[in-house]
């Protein structure tokens, strides 16, 4: 076993870590686990609390300790790859990975369980539940990896074939696989991270009869259309972004020789910023303007959302507050907001708080696009502590399209608006206003009109 302590700093430490026996209440699955970790690499990130902390004095000031939800899942699928072969159904999924770009590893998405497990990899489909479930969700998917170029896929041949293939179904598929070790060796003690399941070299993979989701497929065998062309066809056909997603990602779209694979992370935000934008243009900004403030709410898992629309012409903003021991901000004792926005002509240059400000620009974009209306919109997010680890950008979206399909509140001013907001949201008004470009835009041009106004009638 490795202890990795910082960047450049690697200690072996041949015992067990005690502090697993003590926050795993099952103390025959703790030993086992202890005992697994013989061949286990544990890193802890610099600055970390974790060893001093042991899952219970909660130092990173979270209501609860996210290595330990995180723990607890494993130990519940660990028995169940406990070899180097492995069946199951992939929801389906695929994964391509980052490190290393052009060369990645990329592969299937396969849990140790058969039948429908399309859940397992549907986000939009995950709003309410419990953060141990989406965890849950994530680690049982094992993902079998093997090394290509992304420019140069077909040369990864059967395995990268298969995986395209798997992408492209419309039901979880049967699967095989063979691995060169054991799925599972690695358990990484670190709270700021996502939750990702076990992986290993794949070896070879054998894979049942594939449905193909034909509307997808279609965008696949054509070779002549370009890949954004495809993705907007898909959406506009009602496919879910995050099959969109998946096939992107995979290189299934595109003219056929400016194919290749895109990284998971990357191909997400991709969909969801040219989404929102083509939207945006072509809709949205084509549309009248309403003719009231609106605010919309939502929450779940202890972020706050609000959405306050302004009757103005397009132009858009995302502000985050992070609270002291969530994922973005876990050691300062102070709030922490950040945000970016883009006026009537876009953005060009790529957004600070990345992929979440593209996420919630698609919910709102199409959620005018289909009202037919333009507005200035702010989207406002208090992530509070008991978001405990962060489970991805897919939560953003969802979380601002749940809060566009509920009931709006309506005003007349824009102070009548920021009334209620504050009403709804811990931090001060003032701090959401001094941290937000389109807030104090909005504040400043009522001050002049109101101005303009009064010189007009003496």
């Not at 169940?80 to 199951?88: R, S, V, W």
């Not at 770009?101 to 039948?115: Q, T």
């Not at 749940?402 to 509140?409: C, G, N, T």
């Given at each position: 076993m490795q202890l990795h302590l910082g960047k450049g700093f690697v200690k072996k430490v041949k015992k067990r870590v005690p502090w697993i026996e003590h926050i795993v209440s099952d103390a025959r699955a703790a030993l086992d686990l202890n005992y697994s970790l013989e061949e286990t690499r544990i890193r802890v990130p610099t600055k970390s609390l974790c060893i001093a902390c042991r899952g219970a004095r909660m130092l990173c000031r979270k209501p609860r300790c996210p290595i330990v939800v995180k723990l607890y899942s494993y130990l519940k699928t660990k028995p169940?790859?406990?070899?180097?072969?492995?069946?199951?159904s992939s929801p389906p999924g695929v994964f391509v990975g980052r490190i290393g770009?052009?060369?990645?590893?990329?592969?299937?998405?396969?849990?140790?369980?058969?039948?429908d497990t399309s859940l397992f990899d549907m986000p939009e489909q995950w709003l309410d539940r419990k953060i141990d479930e989406i965890v849950d969700f994530r680690l049982k998917l094992v993902r079998g990896k093997f090394r290509v170029n992304v420019k140069k896929a077909e040369a990864a041949g059967k395995l990268m074939d298969q995986s395209r293939e798997l992408a492209l179904s419309a039901v979880p598929v049967d699967a095989e696989a063979k691995f060169g070790k054991k799925p599972g060796k690695n358990f990484i003690i670190d709270g700021e991270l996502q939750p990702f399941g076990p992986s290993a070299q794949l070896k070879e993979l054998?894979?049942?009869n594939i449905k193909f989701d034909h509307k997808i497929e279609k965008a696949y065998r054509d070779t002549d259309l370009k890949a954004l062309d495809a993705v907007l066809d898909l959406y506009k056909d009602n496919v879910p972004v995050s099959r969109i997603q998946r096939a992107f990602s995979i290189g299934a779209f595109g003219i056929e020789k400016q194919r290749r694979l895109v990284p998971t992370r990357w191909s997400i935000t991709a969909v969801d910023s040219n989404i929102s934008r083509i939207l945006r243009d072509k809709a949205v900004k084509r549309s009248p303007v309403i003719n009231e403030y609106r605010v919309y709410e939502s929450d779940y898992l202890d972020n706050r959302f609000v959405v306050l629309m302004m009757p103005s012409a397009w132009s858009y903003e995302a502000v985050e507050a992070w609270y002291p021991g969530t994922s973005w901000n876990p050691s300062s004792p102070n709030i922490a907001i950040c945000g970016d926005w883009e006026g009537y002509e876009g953005r060009t240059t790529y957004a600070e708080i990345g992929g979440c400000y593209y996420a919630a620009r698609l919910a709102v974009t199409e959620f005018l696009s289909?009202?037919?209306?333009q507005a200035s919109v702010v989207v406002l997010r208090e992530a509070h502590p008991g978001y405990i680890l962060p489970v991805g950008v897919w939560q953003v979206r969802e979380n601002v399209r749940?809060?566009?399909?509920?009931?709006?509140?309506k005003f007349e001013t824009i102070k009548e608006s920021l009334d209620h907001i504050s009403k709804r949201l811990d931090i001060k008004l003032n701090n959401w206003v001094?941290?937000?470009r389109l807030l104090e835009n909005e504040l400043h041009q009522e001050r002049l009109t109101k101005f303009l106004s009064r010189s007009h009638t003496r």
């Open positions: 169940l790859i406990d070899a180097t072969e492995l069946e199951g770009y052009p060369y990645v590893f990329a592969g299937p998405l396969i849990p140790p369980i058969r039948g054998t894979t049942g289909r009202e037919k209306r749940s809060a566009l399909r509920r009931d709006v509140k001094d941290s937000s």
